[in-house]
């Protein structure tokens, strides 16, 4: 192979890689962030559930509390696959934020 063909197959992989590494960073990141998303607004409605149904009366309500009193399975996180504590709140003051412990 003569030099050139090497310096040409060189500049388009660099090319390609310049654009491939960050496009896949970029949709990993954003898929994650969907997945975490998810999590938290499928755990805040079944607070928002209880809340309104007046089953649940403080303002912080826990995920041991809205396992027992909803139909809401044990939750994870995504990305890291721990579970969340029991000792986790939703917190009705401040606009159902769900805060993890």
């Known amino acids: 192979m003569s030099k050139n063909k090497i310096l040409i197959y060189a ?3 660099i090319i390609i890689l310049t654009i491939a590494i960050p496009s896949t960073y970029k949709v990993i990141k954003k898929h994650n962030d969907r997945m975490l998303t998810y999590t938290t607004k499928k755990i805040i409605e079944a607070a928002k559930d209880c809340y309104y149904n007046e089953s ?30 029991e000792e986790s709140y939703v917190d009705v003051e401040r606009n159902f934020t769900f805060i993890e412990k």
């Open 56 to 85: 649940c009366v403080e303002n912080e309500i826990t995920l041991k509390e809205i396992y027992e009193k909803t139909s809401l399975n044990t939750m994870s996180n995504p990305i890291t696959k721990k579970i969340y504590s």
């Open 11 to 13: 500049t388009m992989l």
